[in-house]
Each structure stands twice: as structure tokens, then as C-alpha cells.
């Protein structure tokens, strides 16, 4: 289904700007309306890894330290070298920014073109970027029964908008399911073919596996108008130091690179970055770990009459039973019992039933459950 309205489409963006809408996470927002500690709410409204930041982390950062009394490497050029060095690309393919969001903003306000098309649901940022920089844009909606991935019907109505730029999550958002190699490439050819850009949101693909991870890699090398992001943030959870990237052709990124901020990744965040990118158990603990809480968290909500759709992130979708309580009911059922979650009626093509819950350790799943199960009990008004 296509949605055509430009203005509706950037006052929706826009209108929720700012507010709890946005974005999950606001765990001090929460602590200070329910006066209860942080460390003491289970915050599930942000997708972060579990396990929590990487050992050592606090000694990599505090060793950091001594160079506060500095600008920060403008060029963030450690950080680049580990990443260019994990990912076997060259250095000249990144570009390091304050988390993914801003690199959002910056392409944004970069891509000056008339006719961009989102594939929804997506991660809110990019509709909101694009209203802010007076973008105009379209939204393709993807069907739940699909599992909000593209299908061919999808891409055939897609190019017949001509698209000047298309712009997508992988995992999808707020779904979390992985969109096929053969469609991805589809795009990519089509998008050679007509010249069309091509911005891919891949800030949850590190919890996929090898052959999802490397797919971007290999797409830059074949078509110079797609960018990536991608941030550390979620898999390593470092949320409040903000860290992301840009990988896309050498050349499309010295276009790109003159727009963003200067120092835009501070000193800690860059330290953190080459210190978590060397954690190779911690990686692979947390996707081992992550899959087996994914299955089991999903079974549990099951038993509580939810529909979680199959996800290859750490977050689960879920459709609540149409004769309870909405999301935003629930959600603020479960936030006075110190579990926050979130209703996803905020992402374009998802309702009011509508549920985002991230993946957590057995442990936090007892908590969420009993939330949860109180939270259903209420009588929708």
C-alpha cells in the first residue's frame, strides 16, 4: 500500500518529535515520574544487549580519561582502523558519527532530492530527519502477514514510484525480521539501473548472523549511491556514550563526510569503540545467548495469548489480543510495576495493538511475565 499524503506524511513525523513516541529508553524520565531508582526498572523499551557492556569497558574508558583535556581525533582514526580492520573494508568506507540517529540527520539534510520512499513500518528517525530537512517523502507499507519484509508485489509498486532515494531497516523495525539476500539484491540492481539511492538502517544487524552481516560489505563495492548505518550502541550497550557509523563507497563518503558535525564522536566513545570491537567472546556469547532468550521469551508470551512474529534481532514484536487492553494500556500498566515497554502504534503501519518488547535473561523474563500478565488482566477503556 503506498501513502501518498506529503503533508500528512511530515506533520505525522513531526508531531510525535521530541515525545516518549519517539524512542523507547527514556529510563530517567521513568525513574523520576515514578521516583524509583533506575537500577531498579527492567527497561524493555530499549532494545540494548542484556548482558550489558563488555568486561573491561570501564577500564578501557577510564584509561581514556587522560585525553579529555583534548579535542577529540577528528578522524577518529583508531576506531575507523579497528573497524576497517573487523569488517575487512577499507578505513576510507567509514565514517564514525554520535550514534547512528545522527548520521540519520546528516543524510538527511544531504540527500536533496524529491521523491524519497520509505519502506514501513521503519525506525521513526528517518521520517522525522527527512520532515525536518524539508524532505519529500513517501511511505511503501509492508504487510504484517509478511512479515513487514518486502515482497515482489513490494518492489514492483516500488519502482513504478520512481524513487529518487529508498530508505529501509534490516532487521526490519520495529519486526525484527531479516529481509532476504535476494531482495536485497533486487534493490540494489534496480537501484543501479535508475540510479536510485539506496540508505539501508542495519543498527540491529550485529545480532544476525554471518551471512546477514557481510551482505553491506559486499553491496558497496557494487553500487556507490548505498549508504548503511550502523551503531554499537545496542549490541554492546553502550547507549549512553553514542557510537555508529556510515559504511558505504570511499568516494560517495568524502561527499558526505564535509556535512557532519566536527568532533562528532567524543574521546570515551571512540576509546570504547576499538576496545569493543576486540571482544570477540563477548560477541559471540551474546548472539548465542540472545537466541536462546529470543525463543524462550517468545514461548512465555505465547502462553499469555500475545503473537510475537519471528525475529532475528533482539527485540520481538508482538500483537496483543484485539479484545484487551491496547499497547499504550499495557505499557502503562507494566511502567508502574518498573518494567517499561513499548507500544509500538508510534511506527508507521503498526496499530494500537502493537507491542515491542526487548529480549532479555531468563531471570528478567520471570519479571516482564508477572507485568505482563497483571497488565492484560485490566479491562480495556
Partial sequence: MIDNDLEKNQERALAVFGGDAVHGGDIWGWSRHLHMPVDDILDLSASLNPLGPPPGLDQAVAQAMSGVCHYPDRLAYAFRQALADTMKVSASCLLPGNGSTALIRMIARALDLKNIVLLAPAFGEMARSMAIAGRHFHYLLTREQDGFVPTPHDLEKLWEMDP????????????????????????????????????????????????????????????????VLRSLTKFYCIAGLRLGYALADADTLSDFAPLGQPWSVNTLAQAAGVFCLGQDDYALKTRESINRWREQQATSLRELGLNPMPSAANYLLCRLPG??????????STAQQGVLVRPAASFVGCGEHHLRVAVTTSQEQERLMSALGQALEQKPT
Avoid: M, Y
Wanted: hydrophobic share 45%; proline share 5%.
Fill in 323 to 332: 479484545d484487551g487492553p491496547t499497547a499504550a494500556q499495557v505499557a502503562a
Fill in 164 to 227: 529518487s532515494a529508498v530508505v529501509f531497516s534490516n532487521p526490519t523495525t520495529p519486526a525484527g525480521t531479516l529481509i532476504p539476500r535476494e531482495i536485497l539484491d533486487h534493490i540494489i540492481q534496480q537501484a543501479i539501473r535508475h540510479r536510485t539511492w539506496v540508505v539501508v538502517d542495519e543498527a540491529f544487524i550485529d545480532f544476525a548472523d554471518e551471512d546477514a552481516r557481510s551482505w553491506a560489505c559486499e553491496a558497496i563495492k557494487k553500487h556507490k549511491r548505498l549508504l
